[in-house]
């Protein structure tokens, strides 16, 4: 529990500290540009429920995952990524599929570069906590 509890709060500081500063400031005007952004503000506490219910998905099943086996840095980041799909699918695809986006190609490269990153740095997170030493 204690691993997990260790892995929720640093998701959520990493994605909160990636996500806030890539939509809001950065690119915060082409995303309202491509009409990925439809609300003047967003809802916080949703997003911040968002991403507590995914980091204690990812941890959990991270736990469970390959149990037998050593777990090392590396491992985190490759599960991370291949759970982060998942993610991706629902937050960039099916975005794109219902909200009027357009270009769509533009969306889904700076999504692309967005999760990719966001699910680097978490991996790397959920490696050094789960990692056993030797």
Same mark, same amino acid.
């Given at each position: 529990?204690?691993?997990?509890g ?16 890539w939509h ?9 540009q491509?009409?990925?952004f439809?609300r003047?503000?967003?809802?916080m506490?949703?997003?911040?429920? =968002?991403?507590?219910?995914?980091? #204690?998905v ?8 390959? #149990? +037998? ?5 590396f ?19 099916a975005? =794109?599929?219902?909200?009027? #986006? +357009?270009?769509?190609s ?6 692309t570069?967005?999760?990719?990153v ?17």
């Open positions: 529990m204690k691993k997990l260790l892995f929720v709060a640093a998701y959520f500081v990493i994605t909160m500290a990636w996500a806030y500063p809001m400031v950065f690119f915060h005007d082409l995303y309202v491509w009409g990925a439809q003047a503000e967003p809802i506490p949703l997003g911040v429920a =968002a991403i507590l219910v995914q980091g #204690i990812i941890g959990f099943l991270y736990s469970k995952h390959d #149990i +037998e086996r050593r777990k090392t840095f491992d985190g980041v490759k599960f991370t990524l291949i759970i982060g799909l998942m993610t991706y699918t629902a937050m960039g695809f975005t =794109a599929a219902k909200f009027k #986006i +357009e270009p769509v533009d969306f889904l490269i700076y999504h570069i967005f999760q990719v966001q699910f680097i740095l978490a991996g790397a997170a959920l490696g050094l906590i789960y990692r056993e030493r030797i």
